[in-house]
């Protein structure tokens, strides 16, 4: 199991996560609460008022911020190019494995979450990884 306390291990740089930002705009949003205070909302409104495809990925949701819910990446039609996960670090493998399945080409894991040995997995598989980063501030910082 894996520490959410765990440091980042080879970690994407600040150029290629400018890169990733830039080149992919459809973010599948692992864990995205329908409840405002959250951080997911707050990022996934951020991530879709700045051009961002958002689709969220929750089971017990049908829809946030308008657009249709799935309960998991496999029931998403047609292809997802980052996967920003705010879930748990210890269930972040189940996730990636989704991710790589799909074909996705970005593991993103927000503030708090770090998991390498998934990390390592998703490389492994050919996609980008960043750990322990929020998406909203990155994107914040570029633009």
């Not at 520490?3 to 291990?9: I, Q, T």
Request: proline content about 6%.
């Amino acid at each position: 199991m894996t520490e959410a306390c765990e440091f980042p291990k080879n970690n994407s740089t600040s150029e290629e996560i400018k890169k990733i930002l830039r080149s992919y705009k459809t973010v599948a949003v692992v864990g995205l609460s329908d409840k405002p205070e959250r951080p997911s909302y707050r990022v996934a409104a951020y991530l879709k008022e700045a051009g961002f495809r958002i689709i969220p990925v929750n089971p017990n949701l049908s829809s946030v911020l308008g657009e249709k819910a799935y309960p998991d990446l496999k029931s998403i039609p047609g292809p997802v190019e980052i996967v920003d996960i705010f879930r748990n670090s210890a269930d972040v493998p189940a996730i990636v494995d989704e991710a790589i399945a799909k074909k996705a080409r970005v593991i993103w894991m927000q503030e708090g979450i770090v998991n390498n040995v998934a990390a390592d997995l998703a490389r492994h598989a050919g996609l980008q990884v960043v750990m322990n980063k929020c998406m909203l501030k990155e994107h914040r910082n570029d633009f």
